[in-house]
């Protein structure tokens, strides 16, 4: 077993390189933010300025290896967020089920950080459930009608293109029931609400009526649109190996180190102390779980629950961290970064609101629970049932034994 | 990076796995509990056969050499089918804190003798007030001539009942720190002055009250320096704790297996429990729970396999996860299972007995976290 990434050469070279381009360019004010949601207008242009300045680059569009270098340095700057905005699962599906055309059209603008996508809201490894989606598209002639309401998650204050899901053959059994379309924001008949949720902008609402596409605006074959976002979203560039230390959890022990109390620091407190390091453990254990998703992505073994294990784990700690950063730094949990008292420039103010959010952007994590009931055969008898045992790993042949 | 078992560690697990299985059906676990010493000394001497008593042990003093990550393979398995031995604390924590303290002779004949299956030793380290830090170490040892004398209590001590020596920890003097002035013993068990009694209840390996009246111990069975044993009796920890945990990930995925397949084969209602979203809950607790501790165990087998820098905190992690994750899937199979499980005879019960006992061996999460907490330096 090994634990730690090995850097190759060309890696190695690579992070100077950014590094250096990092250290030279950076805008101040993007250094301070904990995430896009946390930009105002002036703000997020200047990300997006940014962003145009990464594509130019040619960082956008990296192969695994080097991507993650990048991210790891950004990380390090804790601007991870930056390329959090799904652009890697839309290239994956447009290389993958994209035609010709939409190559050509798409992916240099994705690359050059012209493109700004956003797609319907959903994670990987979750049950289609298309009851839950809210547009439907039917056939009129050569033309795509595109009618409803759904949420959409992405960066920014408006997007360029649409990744939508709509239910196009109502009648058929839900593996074929669905299609993807990716379709300019400015058609006519689309309109974005944003609600004002705790964390503005981390989902959207976009109605579609009567949005007339053609069928270039398919992404995949007609009718496999959810296996198309899904095979995406578990593609192993998607599925990455885990950039550097929870920026969060880091900020939340430096601040109990550096904070003084009745004398002595927080962190000498010993109920705190329990507090902190639990927080640790679990950044820990989040970090080893995306570890082994991305190591089984990239070997090439089957993932079962692994992704939806994952995602249930983070919504769990995370609204666990919020408590605990709330019972290490008080009332200063919650001031944020216009405050002139605020600590940790705010972030861990912007933790509290947008743990609520992750927990519940648009649904409750039930979802990901029955994606892993699903994955382990629950309530399917002993006909239904998989055994799923982690996949090369020491516990996988211990499922042989009955005791 | 690379999660995979090596070729060693896979016909490790293989064979472990082949023998307990055929030696260690739930029924013979509950057997083994019942009996008045918890030790089955057949099955014990094929597991020297088999070799895993030499494992952690280098081949200089007849051991194999093996990785503490090859160690852990074993001790998983032997967590997934609840075996109950001395293997831990003989040929892991022992055998450590002699390679760590040992002069070379006492490493020949000491090592020699738990890799080959000769003797049996026990590790005597928590008293009546009970912890793991070098603070609770309090029983005395005073130097008389060529011999030392050790007088007090220990508590909770696994397997001294059946061991042939005992490495006790005890304070030879009062240094200006709690870690000076520990000093390491290996006392005869049959020495004068020694005795054992097994403690009662619900424990899963069987623990020991170990009393010292005057016991004289030769000054040659001294591990190192008098006084200055605790960094080694660390480092020699720290692997039994690793590996410990390691073990504790296979009881917590045996767990999660039992209410996972429960709830394949018992209906209510007219359909199989899985389909009921609390029952389904709790096999999700248990996998991930499992998952939790057998990752970060590897990992912190692998920190002290390859010497990294932050291998204690990485040991901490591991054991402050594992001393609640067994538990916590234990627990949460119990939830599924209803009242089958408290059937001893089911089989379950063989893992809540030593997930609760192997939560405070070595350490409970409080502790750990804490250990975290300094070495972190918050």
């Known amino acids: 077993m090994d634990f730690e990434y090995r850097y190759s050469e060309e890696q190695e070279q690579f992070r100077s390189e950014v590094s250096a381009w990092l250290d030279a360019n950076?805008?101040?004010?993007?250094?301070?933010?904990?995430?896009?949601?946390?930009?105002?207008?002036?703000?997020?242009?200047?990300?997006?300025?940014?962003?145009?300045?990464?594509?130019?680059?040619?960082?956008?569009?990296?192969?695994?290896?080097?991507?993650?270098?990048?991210?790891?340095?950004?990380?390090?700057?804790?601007?991870?967020?930056?390329?959090?905005?799904?652009?890697?699962?839309?290239?994956?599906?447009?290389?993958?089920?994209?035609?010709?055309?939409?190559?050509?059209?798409?992916?240099?603008?994705?690359?050059?950080?012209?493109a700004n996508v956003w797609r319907l809201l959903t994670e990987p490894g979750v049950r289609l459930d298309v009851g839950s989606l809210g547009i439907r598209a039917y056939r009129e002639g050569d033309e795509i009608i595109l009618n409803g309401q759904d949420t959409f998650a992405g960066q920014g204050l408006w997007p360029d293109y649409l990744w939508a899901i709509a239910v196009i053959n109502p009648d058929f059994p839900p593996h074929r029931a669905t299609s993807s379309f990716l379709v300019p924001s400015g058609l006519k008949g689309i309109s974005i609400q944003t609600p004002r949720t705790l964390v503005p902008g981390q989902t959207n609402l976009v109605t579609f009526d009567h949005v007339v596409v053609y069928p270039d605006a398919l992404l995949g074959d007609e009718g496999s649109g959810w296996?198309?976002?899904?095979?995406?979203?578990?593609?192993?560039?998607?599925?990455?190996?885990?950039?550097?230390?929870?920026?969060?959890?880091?900020?939340?022990?430096?601040?109990?180190?550096?904070?003084?109390?009745?004398?002595?620091?927080?962190?000498?407190d010993l109920v705190l102390q329990q507090l902190l390091v639990e927080a640790h453990i679990n950044s820990r254990i989040t970090r080893l779980f995306k570890m082994r998703n991305a190591w089984l992505a990239s070997t090439g073994q089957k993932i079962t629950y692994e992704l939806a294990q994952t995602a249930l784990w983070e919504k769990q700690i995370s609204m666990r961290l919020s408590r605990i950063v709330r019972d290490v730094m008080g009332m200063y949990a919650l001031l944020d970064p216009q405050d002139p008292r605020a600590a940790v420039k705010g972030k861990l103010e912007f933790q509290q609101r947008s743990s609520l959010a992750t927990q519940n952007p648009s649904a409750v994590p039930e979802p990901y629970a029955v994606a892993i009931a699903d994955a382990l055969g629950l309530g399917k008898g002993q006909q239904g049932e998989q055994k799923i045992a982690s996949p090369g790993t020491p516990t996988g042949a211990s499922g042989s034994g009955d005791v | 990076m690379d999660l995979s078992l090596s070729s060693t560690q896979v016909q490790l697990k293989d064979s472990a796995t082949e023998f307990l299985k055929a030696e260690l059906p739930k029924e013979r676990v509950l057997q083994i509990d019942d009996s008045p010493t918890g030790f089955d000394a057949d099955m014990w001497r094929k597991m020297v056969d088999l070799g895993w008593t030499s494992m952690a042990i280098p081949e200089a003093y007849g051991g194999a050499g093996l990785t503490n990550t090859d160690f852990g393979v074993v001790a998983e398995t032997l967590g997934y089918f609840a075996s109950s031995s001395p293997l831990l604390d003989s040929a892991v924590l022992s055998a450590n804190a002699i390679l760590e303290a040992g002069s070379e002779a006492q490493k020949k004949e000491y090592l020699t003798a738990i890799a080959n299956g000769?003797?049996?030793?026990?590790?005597?380290?928590?008293?009546?007030?009970?912890?793991?830090?070098?603070?609770?170490?309090?029983?005395?040892?005073?130097?008389?001539?060529?011999?030392?004398?050790?007088?007090?209590?220990?508590?909770?001590?696994?397997?001294?009942?059946?061991?042939?020596?005992?490495?006790?920890?005890?304070?030879?003097?009062?240094g200006a720190s709690p870690e000076e002035g520990i000093s390491l013993f290996v006392v005869d068990k049959n020495a004068?002055?020694?005795?054992?009694?097994?403690m009662q209840g619900f424990i899963g390996d069987k623990v020991c009250e170990v009393n010292f009246n005057n016991v004289e111990v030769p000054a040659s069975n001294l591990l190192g320096p008098a006084g200055q044993a605790w960094p080694a009796l660390e480092r020699a920890t720290d692997k039994a704790t690793a590996i410990l945990s390691a073990y504790m990930a296979g009881g917590a995925w045996k767990a999660y297996e039992m209410c996972r397949d429960y709830s394949?084969?018992?209906?209510?209602?007219?359909?199989?429990?899985?389909?009921?979203?609390?029952?389904?809950?709790?096999?999700?607790?248990?996998?991930?729970?499992?998952?939790?501790?057998?990752?970060?165990?590897?990992?912190?087998?692998?920190?002290?396999?390859?010497?990294?820098?932050?291998?204690?905190?990485?040991?901490?992690?591991?054991k402050a996860v594992a001393s609640d994750s067994f538990w916590k899937a234990c627990?949460?199979?119990?939830?599924?299972?209803?009242?089958?499980?408290?059937?001893?005879?089911?089989?379950?019960?063989?893992?809540?007995?030593?997930?609760?006992?192997?939560?405070?061996?070595?350490?409970?999460?409080?502790?750990?976290?804490?250990?975290?907490?300094?070495?972190?330096?918050?």
């Open chain 1, 26 to 114: 950076l805008p101040e004010g993007l250094a301070g933010a904990a995430g896009a949601a946390m930009l105002d207008s002036p703000g997020w242009e200047q990300c997006q300025n940014f962003r145009r300045r990464i594509g130019e680059k040619g960082w956008l569009a990296l192969n695994i290896d080097l991507a993650l270098v990048f991210l790891e340095e950004l990380g390090k700057r804790k601007l991870g967020w930056l390329l959090d905005d799904g652009s890697s699962a839309i290239q994956s599906a447009l290389q993958r089920w994209g035609t010709e055309n939409q190559k050509k059209s798409y992916l240099p603008l994705i690359a050059d950080g012209e």
């Open chain 1, 227 to 268: 296996s198309v976002m899904q095979t995406a979203l578990q593609a192993p560039q998607t599925i990455q190996y885990p950039i550097a230390e929870d920026a969060e959890v880091g900020d939340l022990l430096q601040y109990a180190k550096d904070t003084v109390r009745d004398g002595a620091s927080l962190g000498k």
């Open chain 2, 118 to 174: 000769q003797q049996i030793f026990a590790t005597a380290l928590t008293e009546p007030e009970y912890g793991w830090g070098p603070s609770f170490i309090k029983m005395g040892a005073t130097h008389h001539g060529r011999n030392y004398v050790l007088n007090g209590t220990k508590l909770f001590i696994p397997w001294a009942h059946v061991a042939d020596q005992i490495v006790v920890a005890a304070r030879t003097s009062e």
């Open chain 2, 192 to 198: 004068k002055g020694v005795s054992t009694r097994l």
């Open chain 2, 264 to 318: 394949q084969v018992r209906i209510a209602f007219g359909m199989p429990i899985g389909t009921f979203q609390y029952v389904q809950g709790n096999v999700i607790i248990a996998l991930t729970e499992s998952d939790a501790c057998k990752w970060t165990a590897y990992e912190a087998l692998w920190m002290l396999d390859t010497d990294r820098q932050e291998k204690q905190i990485g040991v901490s992690t591991a």
């Open chain 2, 331 to 378: 627990d949460a199979s119990h939830d599924v299972h209803g009242g089958i499980g408290i059937d001893i005879t089911f089989g379950l019960t063989h893992y809540t007995k030593r997930a609760r006992t192997f939560q405070h061996y070595l350490g409970d999460a409080r502790y750990h976290r804490a250990r975290m907490a300094r070495l972190m330096e918050l």
